[in-house]
């Protein structure tokens, strides 16, 4: 198992906003978080992150829980934010350098991989270019880059569509594919279900902070009885049509 959580109960307060999530993700599946603004997604990555402790439960990357062995945990996952998260004064390339540093890749490896990467979202001649020149959909690729070079078992992608162009999320996608066929592993935050209907293996459904459903499209149609419904048709079944606050 890539990712393994047990009961997880937490938030940033006394007060939990997750509540007992149990949930896996294996080897080689693209799997959707799914649920509103609101409802409990980015905390539940905040706490795989170890960005927040919580207040029971555990989560194991690889076997390995972060207090057992912060290096060996974080060193399976990659992540890319909602917001994209630059130093100014670094260019496209030293990005990358610094990347490269922090999981320990050779100059070989980077050299290797860059390329592939920096053709398919368009940014082979903006190497030695700083954020203040980038746009946000450029600065988002710029995320992209960093975290697909790495090639961890475990990519965490937070809502990854939002100021992209329909280029950029296309070639996000072929990505996201062309890793699940490597046998690694995407979880991937989104609201934007009609989206992540094309290509997730898998979703697991969140709502007030809890999780409410876990499967694939099948699976989910046979719960709801709906058996030609749209992802967002069953979400809005599940939840009683819960809109964002």
Do not use: W
Request: a negative charge; charged letters at 30%; aromatic letters at 6%.
């Amino acid at each position: 198992m890539v990712l393994e959580l047990k009961h997880l109960t937490g938030g940033y307060s006394k007060e939990p906003v997750i509540k007992d999530i149990s949930l896996n993700i294996k080897e080689g599946e693209i799997v959707g978080l799914i649920g509103l603004n609101g409802a409990g997604k980015s905390t539940t990555i905040k706490h795989i992150l170890g960005l927040l402790r919580p207040h029971s439960g555990t989560i194991e990357v690889r076997g390995k829980t972060l207090k057992e062995d912060v290096e060996e945990y974080r060193r399976h996952l990659g992540y890319i934010p909602e917001s994209p998260i630059l130093y100014e004064e670094l260019t496209l390339k030293e990005h990358i350098e610094m990347t490269a540093m922090a999981y320990g890749l050779t100059t070989e490896e980077v050299e290797k991989r860059k390329g592939p990467l920096l053709k398919r979202f368009r940014l082979e001649d903006k190497e030695d270019t700083f954020p203040s020149h980038f746009s946000k959909g450029m600065k988002q690729k710029v995320m992209l880059i960093c975290a697909f070079i790495v090639e961890p078992d475990l990519y965490i992608i937070d809502e990854p569509f939002l100021g992209l162009d329909p280029l950029g999320i296309e070639s996000l996608i072929e990505l996201m594919i062309s890793e699940r066929d490597k046998k690694r592993s995407i979880l991937m935050s989104t609201h934007i279900l009609s989206t992540a209907e094309r290509y997730c293996d898998r979703y697991i459904i969140i709502d007030q902070g809890e999780k409410i459903a876990d499967g694939s499209l099948d699976d989910l149609r046979e719960k709801t009885g709906l058996l030609n419904a749209t992802l967002d048709e069953i979400y809005i079944e599940l939840t009683g049509g819960n809109v964002d606050e």
